[in-house]
């Protein structure tokens, strides 16, 4: 496989990756989907639905999501934005009590490697 190629896009239960979100354009790829591969170093393999506490909670522990940097095509994520995070800084986020609501169906199953399954499900907003 290609360094720069994303690896296979499969999700937490074994299926097909769906999108996190267009709009704003997420992903290590900016291809929308929680894409990854050996480049990715910190495995921007969650989709989030941002919230407000979350965003704040971010910027305090030195990544702000909020702020626009136009320079980088980035305009900032507001609460509702969907949005492929760290799986490091999403468990950080969780042991802090500070953790986002995600979409399991839109999260890449390599998130497994740092978030177990059973904790991912307490915040899923996509199971019935």
């Not at 909670?57 to 702020?67: E, H």
Request: with cysteine.
């Amino acid at each position: 496989m290609n360094s720069f190629e994303p690896e296979a896009s499969i999700n937490v239960f074994e299926e097909p990756l769906i999108a996190c979100s267009n709009d704003p354009v997420t992903g290590f790829f900016r291809d929308g989907c929680c894409n990854t591969n050996e480049q990715d170093i910190g495995s921007h393999t969650i989709c989030i639905e941002a919230s407000q506490e979350f965003l704040e909670y971010s910027r305090f522990k030195g990544n702000d999501l909020s702020t626009p940097v136009p320079e980088f095509g980035f305009l900032g994520i507001k609460a509702g934005d969907c949005w492929c995070l760290c799986a490091a800084r999403w468990l950080e986020a969780y042991n802090d009590e500070r953790a986002p609501r995600v979409f399991l169906q839109r999260t890449h199953k390599k998130a497994l490697e740092i978030v177990p399954m059973k904790i991912l499900n307490k915040f899923a907003l996509d199971l019935n």
